[in-house]
């Protein structure tokens, strides 16, 4: 029964993140907590505010959120203080950009990272993806590493570059980073890196 009951100063994001089994979620959790953390303790408890940070990470990182009753559970926390500190993280962070938007943005990277691929294997042509839903998301790649020969001026032209391929993968990256976590978050965590 020790373990469940913290004092309100042991609890950290790391310990929390680490006994939800959330640990990738963690640095987003630092981040936010950072930003608007002691005003969620404040009003709801420091262990609420942790929690609730490690909540909002999980969402904006793809990690399984842990269900309301599981931090009950292992923190001795009222899931309603969780959730409201959760909300006063939120409403003091820029919001996440919109679920197409970072649909679009996986997509463009998923064809990215196959046409790299195909490009890495030697081969001229990019993936097999015709009527792909997944073609349409980066036309410009796949029409590139497609076509060696310029219908206009029926000059060849050389193809993708594997290293300027590799650039621009990482631009949308950070670009899907940017997108899932909002500008607060994004800002906070590249000033870390």
């Known amino acids: 029964m020790g373990q469940r009951h913290l004092d309100e100063t042991e609890l ?3 310990c929390a993140a680490r006994r939800l089994e959330v640990e990738p979620a963690a640095e987003i959790a ?5 930003h608007a953390g002691e005003l969620a303790a404040l009003e709801y408890g420091r262990p609420a505010a942790v929690l609730g940070a490690v909540r909002l990470a999980c969402r904006r990182t793809d990690v ?5 009753g599981r931090l009950e559970d292992a923190f001795d926390v009222d899931p309603d203080r969780v959730v409201a500190a959760d909300r006063v993280l939120a409403e003091h962070l820029m ?12 997509q463009t990277l998923i ?18 993806l015709p009527g ?6 980066a036309p410009f790649l796949l029409a590139r590493a497609s076509s060696h020969l310029d219908s206009r001026t029926d000059r060849e032209f050389r193809g993708l570059e594997p290293a300027a391929l590799r650039d621009h993968i990482e631009r949308l990256e950070a670009d899907l980073e940017l997108a899932r976590l909002g500008t607060d978050l994004y800002a906070r965590v590249s000033d870390e890196e």
Do not use: K, M, N, Q
């Open 132 to 137: 792909s839903h997944l073609a349409d998301a």
């Open 12 to 14: 950290t994001i790391d």
């Open 111 to 128: 064809v990215a990272r196959e046409v790299l691929a195909a490009v890495e294997r030697g081969r001229g042509a990019g993936p097999e």
């Open 64 to 68: 399984t959120e842990p269900a309301l």
């Open 30 to 34: 630092r981040a936010a907590f950072d």
């Open 95 to 106: 919001s996440p950009a919109d679920d197409a938007e970072i649909r679009s943005l996986r």
